[in-house]
């Protein structure tokens, strides 16, 4: 009887055997996402197909001098280069795995003279004392992935190169943020400093009219006094506010890999602009967030490497094969007298490991517990980060423009009670208190502009880039955010 069909049952049943996977099927959490935030203030629910194509989210303040820093931080900062290496060595990691897909060929040479023990077993069977033994083979091996054992350590692999993709887009827009907050504090401090330098001036002027008034008798040295110590707290919040911005333009320095003692910024007073936000920011701008990505990838890795536990409780089946030429002597070595192969496949089962692989299993399930936590608290850390920025620019905002009514009335007050003075209506310590109200709130105008901008930053970083972006494919209700193609 032929054994044909045996042999086509057996390959019908390896080649059915050879699409099993040991790995759980891939089912993410389910975390209900709301349509809208509800620190929004004047914003409502939008569409997400309302938002445009992405770009670079830093445009938005339209400010050049943020272009070109932002600029020299993708190409510098040693932090992103860290990560783009990691980067790297994770598609190297998915290549080796991408490997044991394919046939393992070797040849190998081997040209060598010998001289066996006199005192060998056997020495009288008439083998000789020297002898050359040259061989010429080759050999092939391919384990047939009946477990999805090596398919599922590609989709890891895979998996953890997107991830790490995923982590170097985190940080470029981590980095990115944290530069864009800086350079705005940074002009926020000249700003500050143009304001005490005018009121340097005003103060130095009004201090020279009471020391003038003193001599001529109609002021007293309380007057004197009290315009002196104005002059001088002035002068010492300048310096203070100086000092700050130089620790800011230093840590700018770094942030775009130059050293601080080279690098420079040029004060100005006027800054980014406050970027126009939509009349809706949709829950589904957090899906390309990349930290939020990253997370779900290595969710889906540890999901894979299940399989690649489970599958060890199966015997492990290689093909194989081997042949060459073996001779005494190179003369007459590749001829048919001397050649050699040998073919077959081979099982290698283990039958008592000490518990071994049941641990392994164990340890896989446990670092998926542990991916999907962390998937978890990154989708909630991701609504928490927008509904603080989106606080923040409503509630800051209000302050803004009631803090502006009063530097208005705190000006009138302030002019008036100087003018006053000249006349002799009221006393010194009437402009003092008016002078040190007025830019007290003319400060906290300029740092309420600052901590606005500073938190449109942070609204940016926290949807995943800004607002302007193309709808995402899924929603964060199913398995995962978009995925994006990295080069």
């Not at 800004?466 to 080069?487: D, F, I, M």
Request: net charge neutral; charged share 20%; glycine share 8%.
């Amino acid at each position: 009887m032929s054994d044909r069909p045996w042999r086509a049952a057996a390959l019908t049943l390896l080649a059915a055997l050879s699409g099993c996977s040991m790995a759980p099927a891939y089912r993410p959490p389910v975390i209900a996402a709301p349509l809208g935030f509800k620190e929004t203030g004047p914003w409502l629910p939008a569409s997400p197909a309302n938002i445009a194509p992405p770009e670079a989210w830093w445009t938005l303040f339209h400010d050049p001098t943020l272009d070109r820093l932002e600029q020299q931080l993708a190409d510098a900062n040693p932090t992103l280069a860290g990560a783009v290496g990691r980067y790297d060595a994770a598609r190297a990691y998915l290549a080796r795995a991408r490997s044991d897909l394919l046939p393992s060929v070797a040849i190998a040479t081997q040209l060598t003279d010998n001289r066996q023990s006199d005192n060998r077993p056997l020495r009288g069977s008439g083998q000789p004392d020297l002898y050359a033994a040259d061989t010429i083979s080759g050999a092939i091996d391919y384990e047939l992935d009946l477990w999805g054992r090596v398919r599922n350590q590609v989709a890891a692999g895979r998996a953890e190169a997107e991830a790490s993709a995923d982590d170097v887009a985190a940080i470029k827009l981590s980095l990115g943020g944290e530069l864009a907050s800086d350079y705005i504090g940074l002009r926020g401090a000249d700003q500050q400093i143009a304001l005490l330098r005018n009121t340097v001036d005003d103060y130095a002027q009004a201090d020279a009219l009471t020391q003038r008034r003193f001599r001529g008798g109609i002021a007293s040295g309380v007057d004197t006094g009290r315009s002196g110590a104005q002059l001088a707290e002035a002068r010492a919040q300048l310096s203070d506010v100086m000092a700050g911005r130089a620790l800011i333009e230093h840590a700018i320095a770094s942030l775009v890999g130059v050293p601080a003692s080279s690098f420079t910024i040029a004060s100005a007073t006027t800054g980014p602009a406050m970027p126009a936000i939509p009349a809706g920011l949709p829950s589904t701008l957090l899906e390309r967030r990349p930290d939020v990505a990253a997370a779900e990838r290595r969710m889906m890795a540890a999901n894979a490497e299940i399989g690649v536990a489970r599958a060890a409780f199966f015997p492990s089946i290689s093909l194989g094969g081997q042949g060459g030429f073996q001779n005494t002597g190179l003369a007459g070595l590749a001829s048919a007298p001397n050649l050699f192969w040998s073919v077959g496949p081979s099982a290698v089962l283990s039958l008592f490991d000490g518990g071994r692989r049941r641990a392994q299993v164990a340890l896989a399930r446990a670092n998926w517990d542990q991916a999907t936590a962390a998937y978890r608290g990154n989708v909630l850390k991701a609504f928490q980060d927008v509904e603080d920025s989106l606080s923040q620019l409503h509630l800051v905002g209000d302050e803004a423009a009631a803090e502006q009514q009063a530097e208005s009335q705190a000006g009138q007050v302030e002019a008036l009670s100087l003018n006053r003075y000249v006349k002799g209506a009221v006393t010194y310590l009437d402009v003092v208190t008016a002078q040190a109200t007025a830019l007290r709130i003319r400060r906290t105008l300029i740092d309420l502009t600052t901590r606005k901008l500073q938190a449109s930053v942070r609204l940016a970083r926290a949807t995943g880039g800004g607002w302007r972006y193309a709808a995402p494919a899924l929603s964060a209700q199913t398995a995962g955010p978009e995925r994006r193609s990295h080069s």
